[in-house]
């Protein structure tokens, strides 16, 4: 007996032995060791370790938390002494919008002389901020503002990238900020995706050699002035496979196997890491099933030991909370994965604080993973010379407010958008335009700086912006009469394309709005599926006998085929920033041709999503490097307009089966106050809900509702999934319940009630005549829903029950179903 236990153990231990191993050839044959251009050196190490050894274990979790402005005073900086902390998207010093400079250097100056009081913490290791400045300083009115990446990708010049970045370093520390979370290198690989404008690239080339330049734009050159007085701390995000996920669902799956995660997907860290990039932020995405925020083998064997990279890895917007087994508040499993600072906003970075203290000492996580995590990150702040340079304020380009937006600044940008410009379509050449001609400018981005400029534009999702909000800044419209005016020709500016005097040429500008992140995810590309205004005006002017330009603004490439059938010419202006001039620059015959060539293929059909030019059967519109130049006298003929509509794109979309699939999450409701559900049974005074058995364990739930004001279970997300594949492919939302209870009350089946059900389909009345206390099919037809005016371009909350009576039943299997052929239970046409 004994003896076969310790063989069992043997052979065990081997074999877990042996696995690693083999994980760790397998690794050292896909991965690279990098020759990183910041080396260690002995005082930088010598300095932390004297650091280190006097912290106390509060004083080191304190490094490890990054709460956000919004949910921290100064006075707990002088309490706890956070080693960083950052502002979001759209958060500003006082929660101002219209934060002056000097707003936000104060801000600096007084978290960081907080960090270094020690009268509450012990501590005086100072503090450092890290802001999203991810095409310019976007969050503070009047900086400069460059295209998106998806731009700068088509200008393919990587001189031009580090110029662009080494203005934002110093426009960013003019407000006293010491970190910036860019740049992006995702290789994003479907144009579903909402930060496929994030990405330069589908392709990884460009996104390596960009990587290295930014980073170098940002921190100065590893063997020049890295980290001096004019540059900031670089990120480079989002590790790893963000831009690869099924669907190009936002913080999806990624199921591409290990080579293809380092061929495609890594090629970015290659460049930026190399070049000595300091930081790297950890992404929401999964690879296999698995979160990368607790992802050890990518954060730690083979980012930090393989690859070499010394820095930190910092967290994204409570991204732990979304590891198994994990919340915001406790995710011990995500430091000992290897990440070395919660991004943690919100009011749970205390509770976080604490728990992880505890983890520490009840073992959970090793001292020496702390340690490690420490010195990383000091290591970043004595490399970045934090203990010798001055406080923010003192810094010699602080306060220095005049050279935010500065004109220097802007003829960067400026080159950029010139740069950046792809010509689609120039039959006739139509373009360039001449200064002499009557030029109508028409469309709802002609003179509109917030469209123009897209997401992480002040504020979070670019939304909610007036040209106001642009001191300094230039509309297309703004180019355009400068253009006209050099020349003595005649401008008409008419959003709608209402003319006053007939030109001879018509530009029209219109695209996508702003959003960000999962906001932008789509079903499909089809551009103007739902209304097609901007395709009629353009058919319009036609008919009237005028020539027409379309200049598009977009976060990436749609199936436009109509719109490229009713326009002469047709350009493709990606989300070019605050400087709208550039685009006259091109567009008049001034001697500056187009440059841009595309960094990601243009769709050939609205399911044509995703991308890859290294498949010969993968046929684009336009294929990545096309771009059309003055001199090209190619012709674009007249496309197919036809939408393929192929049933077998389209799948089931499970959304509880056994679980609830993520990212939905249930809450439960009273009277609109909302609780979030993470145990087996949870209730409020109007409901009570609990998981139960239907067929197999814990695949159903049964809700009771107590008749005491209006009780909801909903179930929902907090970025918006694009359905309308299913809404208009007879789709039905389908689903098991039995009825126990209804005594005559009613209850409602309702999308998108996440701020109190008022509407939806009632469900008792038909369940009871079909049989109480019995399992039955419902299937709903989605047109309902549509009548009740559910928006399915984004549906927050696919399922959500209510009543106001006392009622109780099951459900379980819950999903949307296209295509649906038998009639539906309860129909609505
Ligand atoms: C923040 C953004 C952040 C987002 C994440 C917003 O409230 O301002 O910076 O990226 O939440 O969901
Ligand atoms: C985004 C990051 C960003 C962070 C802070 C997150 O939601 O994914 O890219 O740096 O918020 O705003």
Redo the contacts with the bound molecule.
Sequence with gaps: MTVKRTTLTLSLLLGVCCAQAAQLNQRDSIWPQLNIAVKKSTAVEQQVEALLVKMTLAQKVAQMIQPEIRSISVDDMRRYGFGSYLN????FPNNNKHATPQDWIALAESMYQASIDDSLDGSTIPTMWGT?AVHGHNNVIGATLFPHNIGLGAANNPQLIEAIASVTAREVMVTGIDWVFAPTVAVVRDDRWGRTYEGYSEDPEIVKAYSAAIVNGLQGRADKDFLSDTRVISTVKHFLGDGGTEKGDDQGNNLASEADLFRLHAQGYVGGLTAGAQTVMASFNSWHGEKLHGKKYLLTDVLKDRMGFDGLVVGD?NGHGQVKGCSNQSCAKAVNAGLDIFMA?GDEWKALYHNTIAQVKSKVIPQSRIDNAVRRILRVKVRAGLFDKPSPAKRPLAGKTALIGNKAHRQVARQAVQESLVLLKNNQQTLPLSAKQSILLAGDGADNIGKQSGGWTIT?QGTGNSNSDFPGGQSIYDGFKQAVAKAGGKLELAIDGNYKHKPDIAVVVYGEDPY??GNGDLDNLEYERDDKTNLKLLQKLRADGIKVVSVFLSGRPMWVNPHLNASDAFVAAWLPGSEGGGIADVLFDNGIDFKGKLSFSWPAAPHQTAVNRGDSSYQPLFAYGYGLTYQSKQTVKQLPEQIDNDPSSRTPLVILQGTVKKPWQTYIAHDGKRQLVNSSVASNAAIELRTIDKVVQEDARQLHFAGNGKGAMIIEQ?FPDDLRDYSENQGVLSFDAKLLTSNDSAVYVAMNCQWGCDKGVEIANPLSSKGAEQWHNLTIDLSCFKQQGVDFAKVFSPFALYSQGNAKLDIANIQIIPDHKISPSISCR
């Design positions: 979001g998207g759209g958060s999203d917007w906003p979070w960000a992140e907090p």
